[in-house]
T-cell receptor
Framework: AQRVTQPEKLLSVFKGAPVELKCNYSYSGSPELFWYVQYSRQRLQLLLRHISRESIKGFTADLNKGETSFHLKKPFAQEEDSAMYYCALLPTYSGAGSYQLTFGKGTKLSVIP | NAGVTQTPKFRVLKTGQSMTLLCAQDMNHEYMYWYRQDPGMGLRLIHYSVGEGTTAKGEVPDGYNVSRLKKQNFLLGLESAAPSQTSVYFC?????????????FGPGTRLTVT
């Protein structure tokens, strides 16, 4: 079974400082990894996926298969980045459960003005 | 487009009472999901559906039942509520299997069982 670990429940950084939200996973195959974000009083929404390799709202995430990590990074934090961030894994095998996301427990990012 | 809507937004139940949470989506999505969100536990999948008339168990299905009689609706039932079911419940939908990673979430239902 797959597992997603986000070691930090809370991460506080000052505005303008770099941000790195950690995500590690365990999965026997080659997974797809994603970051979801939930801003205050808003719905949980997809932020980015590793396959697209794009930057969304200044955030990037690189899949490191050797370290089984998918850390979310931003060079300069903004106050509007304050939110709950969830790392999620989608198995790539076919069959039952292959379309179920497994979420980490989430990290609350607080950007201090 | 309302997207994914959930009814009710809040509910307080006494232990042993029953209730049904309604999820509706207007995006013609095939897949629908029910999650619960608890502090320190993240999102855990309760049940899901890959199409009208189909349902399957997720990670934490005990104490819950679901039905998907219409494509746009996914109902979550609690037959005999317990305090351990106090949680925030989220419904989500995705277009199909190929895009199952892109889930659209509802606003959540905050349930308290006393």
């Amino acid at each position: 079974a797959q597992r997603v670990t986000q070691p930090e429940k809370l991460l506080s950084v000052f505005k303008g400082a770099p941000v790195e939200l950690k995500c590690n996973y365990s999965y026997s195959g080659s997974p797809e990894l994603f970051w979801y974000v939930q801003y205050s009083r808003q719905r949980l929404q997809l932020l980015l996926r590793h396959i697209s390799r794009e930057s969304i709202k200044g955030f990037t995430a690189d899949l490191n298969k050797g370290e089984t990590s998918f850390h979310l990074k931003k060079p300069f934090a903004q106050e509007e980045d304050s939110a709950m961030y969830y790392c999620a894994l989608l198995p790539t095998y076919s069959g039952a459960g292959s379309y179920q996301l497994t979420f980490g427990k989430g990290t609350k990012l607080s950007v201090i003005p | 487009n309302a997207g994914v809507t959930q009814t009710p937004k809040f509910r307080v139940l006494k232990t042993g009472q029953s209730m049904t949470l309604l999820c509706a989506q207007d995006m013609n999505h095939e897949y629908m999901y029910w999650y619960r969100q608890d502090p320190g536990m993240g999102l855990r999948l309760i049940h899901y559906s890959v199409g009208e008339g189909t349902t399957a168990k997720g990670e934490v299905p005990d104490g819950y039942n679901v039905s998907r009689l219409k494509k746009q609706n996914f109902l979550l039932g609690l037959e005999s509520a317990a305090p351990s079911q106090t949680s925030v419940y989220f419904c989500a939908s995705s277009k199909d299997r190929a895009r199952s990673y892109e889930q659209y979430f509802g606003p959540g239902t905050r349930l308290t069982v006393t």
